[in-house]
């Protein structure tokens, strides 16, 4: 299992973080966790194929965890997808996901199944497990959790306030990847939009007994010295690094888990 990470930023883009997307690669196949703008951009300098994104999980309808859907679904049928694509969504939000799939003159020579699911419930396609719980997010939202036959799990938050039923849905796994917007200092204002702070993401990394604890949805308020975020959460739960675009991380059956630097190519570099 091997994770990239699309897009670590939060709300909008900046220069050197994109909006929410999280590439989860299993043996044949890839779960992409939210699809922010630009997503498929981002793809072009991944170690990851679009083409072998066969699920997609959208954690709540903000537009940096879904708009770069449409054109993502789009350049699939381009590059000549017919294997079919299943699309997670939140309770109550079909109808609305398939207006965005559908947008513009669109049609697709693959079959797309969009499947809305709820706290507490489990999907398997093959050795492949979802299990989901409650985001506290102000709109309906979800975490995740992927299982794969090995034994080795990921749990992605999406944007969330501390919760307890998103630690219980953590409890054990391999590595947490969780919504870490702020550090301490606008910690209460964080939580009154949904949101949590480096140090409360390591306190239920910490609860939930994980392996791995990886920051991402990182305010652009924080450029320049976004080692407060990772020093708060390091305090709380030592084994904890920071999602910077085009990072990846090898999820090993048994920790350590290895982390990969980004491979984001700097402006005006060779």
Not at 35 to 49: C, D, I, K, L, P
Not at 164 to 182: K, M
Not at 222 to 235: F, K, P, Q
Request: aromatic letters at 8%; hydrophobic letters at 45%.
């Amino acid at each position: 299992m091997r994770i990239v990470f699309l897009g670590t930023g939060a709300s909008r883009p900046s220069p050197r973080r994109n909006v929410s997307s999280v590439a989860v690669q299993l043996d044949s196949s890839i779960v992409l966790l939210d699809v922010g703008e630009a997503t498929q951009h981002r793809f072009m300098f991944a170690n990851a194929s679009p083409m072998k994104v066969d699920y997609i999980f959208i954690s709540h309808l903000h537009g940096d965890h879904f708009l770069g859907l449409p054109p993502l679904l789009q350049s699939l049928g381009f590059m000549g997808r017919r294997r079919p694509l299943r699309i997670l969504v939140p309770e109550g939000e079909l109808h609305e996901v398939w207006k965005a799939v559908n947008l513009g003159y669109s049609s697709f020579r693959y079959p797309i199944e969009i499947l809305e699911v709820s706290p507490g419930e489990e999907l398997q396609f093959g050795d492949v497990v979802f299990r989901f719980a409650r985001a506290l997010h102000g709109v309906p939202a979800l975490a995740v959790r992927i299982e794969e036959g090995r034994g080795r799990s990921v749990v992605y938050s999406g944007d969330t306030a501390p919760s307890p039923e998103v630690a219980e849905l953590a409890r054990g796994a391999s590595v947490l990847i969780h919504d870490a917007l702020c550090a301490s200092d606008r910690e209460r204002r964080a939580n009154l939009y949904g949101h949590s702070s480096s140090r409360q993401a390591a306190a239920v990394a910490r609860a939930a007994g994980v392996q791995l604890l990886i920051l991402t949805h990182v305010s652009q308020a924080y450029e320049g010295r976004e080692d407060v975020i990772l020093g708060e959460a390091r305090e709380v739960f030592p084994n904890t690094v920071l999602a910077e675009d085009l990072m990846e991380v090898v999820v090993r059956v048994r920790p350590p888990h290895r982390v990969l630097g980004s491979r984001f190519i700097e402006k005006g570099s060779s």
